[in-house]
Protein backbone atom coordinates (compact mmCIF):
# COMPACT_ATOMS: atom_id res chain seq x y z
CA UNK A 1 0.00 0.00 0.00
CA UNK A 2 0.91 3.66 -0.58
CA UNK A 3 2.29 5.55 2.67
CA UNK A 4 0.12 8.48 4.19
CA UNK A 5 1.20 10.89 6.14
CA UNK A 6 -1.51 12.95 8.64
CA UNK A 7 -1.20 15.71 11.27
CA UNK A 8 -0.99 13.92 14.65
CA UNK A 9 -3.32 16.43 16.06
CA UNK A 10 -5.86 18.48 15.13
CA UNK A 11 -8.52 20.82 17.51
CA UNK A 12 -11.85 21.38 16.31
CA UNK A 13 -14.75 24.05 17.35
CA UNK A 14 -17.71 22.30 18.02
CA UNK A 15 -20.36 23.68 14.89
CA UNK A 16 -17.69 24.70 12.63
CA UNK A 17 -16.14 22.51 9.76
CA UNK A 18 -13.24 20.14 10.18
CA UNK A 19 -10.80 19.41 7.59
CA UNK A 20 -8.04 16.58 7.78
CA UNK A 21 -5.38 16.38 5.58
CA UNK A 22 -3.86 13.56 3.99
CA UNK A 23 -0.92 13.66 1.74
CA UNK A 24 -0.62 10.19 -0.27
CA UNK A 25 2.04 11.11 -3.11
CA UNK A 26 3.39 8.01 -4.01
CA UNK A 27 -0.45 7.09 -4.97
CA UNK A 28 -0.91 4.29 -8.46
CA UNK A 29 -3.83 4.98 -10.58
CA UNK A 30 -5.91 1.92 -9.36
CA UNK A 31 -5.25 2.60 -5.62
CA UNK A 32 -8.73 4.15 -3.76
CA UNK A 33 -8.34 6.39 -0.84
CA UNK A 34 -10.52 5.25 2.06
CA UNK A 35 -11.01 7.12 5.45
CA UNK A 36 -11.86 5.37 8.66
CA UNK A 37 -12.20 6.97 12.36
CA UNK A 38 -12.08 5.20 15.46
CA UNK A 39 -13.79 6.57 18.19
CA UNK A 40 -12.27 5.33 21.91
CA UNK A 41 -12.32 2.00 22.80
CA UNK A 42 -14.83 0.92 19.95
CA UNK A 43 -13.45 -0.75 16.50
CA UNK A 44 -12.72 1.53 12.93
CA UNK A 45 -15.42 2.82 11.80
CA UNK A 46 -15.72 3.62 8.10
CA UNK A 47 -16.34 7.27 6.69
CA UNK A 48 -15.98 7.06 3.26
CA UNK A 49 -13.46 6.57 -0.08
CA UNK A 50 -13.22 7.68 -3.40
CA UNK A 51 -10.84 7.55 -6.40
CA UNK A 52 -10.48 10.98 -8.15
CA UNK A 53 -13.78 12.43 -8.06
CA UNK A 54 -15.03 13.95 -4.85
CA UNK A 55 -17.57 12.18 -2.89
CA UNK A 56 -19.98 13.46 -0.24
CA UNK A 57 -22.28 10.68 2.23
CA UNK A 58 -24.14 11.72 5.18
CA UNK A 59 -20.79 11.36 7.58
CA UNK A 60 -18.49 13.26 5.68
CA UNK A 61 -16.91 14.64 2.13
CA UNK A 62 -13.74 13.84 0.55
CA UNK A 63 -11.82 16.50 -1.69
CA UNK A 64 -9.08 14.64 -3.70
CA UNK A 65 -6.85 16.63 -5.75
CA UNK A 66 -6.40 16.71 -9.20
CA UNK A 67 -2.90 14.91 -9.37
CA UNK A 68 -4.59 12.72 -6.17
CA UNK A 69 -1.38 13.27 -4.30
CA UNK A 70 -3.35 14.41 -1.12
CA UNK A 71 -7.07 14.64 0.20
CA UNK A 72 -9.10 16.28 2.38
CA UNK A 73 -11.88 14.76 4.57
CA UNK A 74 -14.44 17.30 5.87
CA UNK A 75 -16.92 17.02 8.46
CA UNK A 76 -19.46 20.23 7.82
CA UNK A 77 -20.70 20.84 11.49
CA UNK A 78 -18.16 19.10 13.69
CA UNK A 79 -19.72 17.72 17.42
CA UNK A 80 -18.65 16.23 20.48
CA UNK A 81 -19.03 13.22 19.22
CA UNK A 82 -16.83 13.43 16.38
CA UNK A 83 -13.92 13.38 18.43
CA UNK A 84 -11.52 10.43 17.24
CA UNK A 85 -8.75 9.10 15.39
CA UNK A 86 -8.87 9.60 12.21
CA UNK A 87 -7.31 7.49 9.44
CA UNK A 88 -6.48 7.87 5.68
CA UNK A 89 -5.62 4.65 4.02
CA UNK A 90 -4.76 4.04 0.42
CA UNK A 91 -5.79 0.64 -0.69
CA UNK A 92 -6.05 -1.00 -4.18
CA UNK A 93 -9.61 -2.73 -4.73
CA UNK A 94 -7.65 -6.30 -5.05
CA UNK A 95 -9.81 -8.75 -3.07
CA UNK A 96 -6.77 -9.63 -1.42
CA UNK A 97 -5.23 -6.46 -0.35
CA UNK A 98 -6.13 -5.83 3.49
CA UNK A 99 -7.16 -2.31 5.03
CA UNK A 100 -3.26 -1.18 6.80
CA UNK A 101 -3.57 1.21 8.87
CA UNK A 102 -1.09 4.15 10.07
CA UNK A 103 -1.26 6.01 13.55
CA UNK A 104 -3.98 8.81 11.84
CA UNK A 105 -4.96 12.37 13.17
CA UNK A 106 -6.66 12.97 16.54
CA UNK A 107 -9.44 15.13 15.95
CA UNK A 108 -10.54 16.80 19.12
CA UNK A 109 -13.59 18.96 18.78
CA UNK A 110 -13.90 21.44 21.56
CA UNK A 111 -17.00 22.94 23.20
CA UNK B 1 -27.52 -2.14 11.50
CA UNK B 2 -25.35 -5.37 11.26
CA UNK B 3 -22.56 -6.19 13.24
CA UNK B 4 -19.54 -8.11 13.76
CA UNK B 5 -19.81 -9.99 17.27
CA UNK B 6 -16.77 -9.92 19.35
CA UNK B 7 -16.42 -12.22 22.32
CA UNK B 8 -15.32 -12.04 25.20
CA UNK B 9 -15.34 -8.24 25.62
CA UNK B 10 -12.55 -8.40 28.02
CA UNK B 11 -10.14 -11.12 29.40
CA UNK B 12 -7.49 -10.95 32.31
CA UNK B 13 -5.47 -14.17 32.55
CA UNK B 14 -2.21 -15.35 33.90
CA UNK B 15 0.66 -15.61 32.05
CA UNK B 16 1.02 -19.30 30.29
CA UNK B 17 -2.42 -19.31 29.93
CA UNK B 18 -4.61 -20.44 26.94
CA UNK B 19 -6.32 -17.52 25.58
CA UNK B 20 -9.50 -18.07 22.56
CA UNK B 21 -11.24 -14.82 21.19
CA UNK B 22 -14.04 -15.44 19.12
CA UNK B 23 -15.60 -13.57 16.25
CA UNK B 24 -18.95 -13.82 15.12
CA UNK B 25 -18.52 -12.01 11.08
CA UNK B 26 -21.55 -10.45 9.66
CA UNK B 27 -23.81 -13.25 7.64
CA UNK B 28 -22.60 -13.47 4.13
CA UNK B 29 -19.12 -11.87 4.16
CA UNK B 30 -16.64 -13.87 2.72
CA UNK B 31 -13.40 -12.35 4.40
CA UNK B 32 -12.37 -11.65 7.84
CA UNK B 33 -9.55 -9.82 9.90
CA UNK B 34 -7.96 -9.97 12.91
CA UNK B 35 -5.90 -6.78 14.03
CA UNK B 36 -4.17 -6.10 17.12
CA UNK B 37 -4.08 -2.86 18.65
CA UNK B 38 -1.61 -1.30 21.12
CA UNK B 39 -0.42 2.52 22.17
CA UNK B 40 2.95 1.46 20.97
CA UNK B 41 2.33 -0.14 17.69
CA UNK B 42 -0.87 1.50 16.63
CA UNK B 43 -3.63 -0.94 14.54
CA UNK B 44 -1.65 -4.27 13.09
CA UNK B 45 -2.81 -6.89 10.81
CA UNK B 46 -2.62 -10.10 12.14
CA UNK B 47 -3.98 -12.60 9.67
CA UNK B 48 -7.16 -12.80 7.22
CA UNK B 49 -9.14 -15.60 5.70
CA UNK B 50 -11.16 -15.30 2.81
CA UNK B 51 -14.33 -18.32 2.14
CA UNK B 52 -12.95 -19.20 5.55
CA UNK B 53 -9.24 -20.31 3.73
CA UNK B 54 -6.67 -18.48 5.32
CA UNK B 55 -4.57 -15.79 3.09
CA UNK B 56 -1.82 -14.35 4.81
CA UNK B 57 -1.32 -14.69 8.57
CA UNK B 58 2.38 -13.56 7.94
CA UNK B 59 1.69 -10.80 10.86
CA UNK B 60 1.06 -13.23 13.38
CA UNK B 61 3.81 -14.96 16.21
CA UNK B 62 3.52 -18.46 14.45
CA UNK B 63 5.21 -20.68 17.67
CA UNK B 64 2.27 -19.27 19.97
CA UNK B 65 -1.07 -17.58 17.96
CA UNK B 66 -3.36 -19.86 15.71
CA UNK B 67 -6.53 -17.99 13.48
CA UNK B 68 -9.17 -20.47 12.15
CA UNK B 69 -12.50 -20.41 10.70
CA UNK B 70 -14.63 -23.55 12.06
CA UNK B 71 -17.35 -22.76 9.69
CA UNK B 72 -18.69 -19.33 8.14
CA UNK B 73 -20.08 -17.89 11.02
CA UNK B 74 -16.83 -18.20 13.87
CA UNK B 75 -13.72 -17.29 13.49
CA UNK B 76 -11.26 -17.72 16.70
CA UNK B 77 -8.08 -16.85 17.29
CA UNK B 78 -6.08 -18.48 20.23
CA UNK B 79 -2.82 -18.04 21.76
CA UNK B 80 -1.14 -20.68 23.78
CA UNK B 81 0.52 -19.76 25.84
CA UNK B 82 -0.39 -16.16 26.75
CA UNK B 83 2.63 -14.18 27.91
CA UNK B 84 2.27 -10.15 28.66
CA UNK B 85 3.15 -8.88 25.73
CA UNK B 86 0.19 -9.66 24.01
CA UNK B 87 -1.72 -7.42 26.34
CA UNK B 88 -3.84 -5.44 23.73
CA UNK B 89 -6.97 -4.95 22.34
CA UNK B 90 -8.20 -7.41 19.50
CA UNK B 91 -10.01 -6.37 16.74
CA UNK B 92 -12.24 -8.85 14.46
CA UNK B 93 -13.78 -7.49 11.25
CA UNK B 94 -15.72 -8.46 8.03
CA UNK B 95 -15.99 -7.47 4.57
CA UNK B 96 -17.37 -9.08 1.49
CA UNK B 97 -15.75 -9.00 -2.28
CA UNK B 98 -17.38 -9.84 -5.28
CA UNK B 99 -14.45 -10.66 -7.56
CA UNK B 100 -11.95 -7.93 -7.46
CA UNK B 101 -15.03 -5.22 -6.16
CA UNK B 102 -14.25 -4.81 -2.18
CA UNK B 103 -17.60 -3.85 -0.43
CA UNK B 104 -15.77 -2.37 2.67
CA UNK B 105 -15.11 -3.45 6.23
CA UNK B 106 -16.75 -3.87 9.33
CA UNK B 107 -14.87 -3.86 12.53
CA UNK B 108 -16.34 -5.24 15.93
CA UNK B 109 -16.12 -3.75 19.56
CA UNK B 110 -12.58 -5.67 20.13
CA UNK B 111 -11.66 -8.10 22.61
CA UNK B 112 -9.39 -6.44 25.56
CA UNK B 113 -6.77 -8.78 26.62
CA UNK B 114 -4.75 -8.35 29.61
CA UNK B 115 -1.87 -10.88 30.45
CA UNK B 116 -0.14 -10.87 33.90
Known amino acids: DAKTTQPTSMDCAEGRAANLPCNHSTISGNEYVYWYRQIHSQGPQYIIHGLKNNETNEMASLIITEDRKSSTLILPHA ?14 LSGNTPLVFGKGTRLSVIA | DARVTQTPRDKVTE ?25 MQGLEL ?10 DDSGMPKDRFSAEMPDATLATLKIQPSEPRDSAVYFCASGSYTGSLFHGYTFGSGTRLTVV
Request: glycine share 6%; proline share 4%; hydrophobic share 40%.
Open chain 2, 15 to 39: MGQEVTMRCQPILGHNTVFWYRQTM
Open chain 2, 46 to 55: LAYFRNRAPL
Open chain 1, 79 to 92: TLRDTAVYYCIVRG
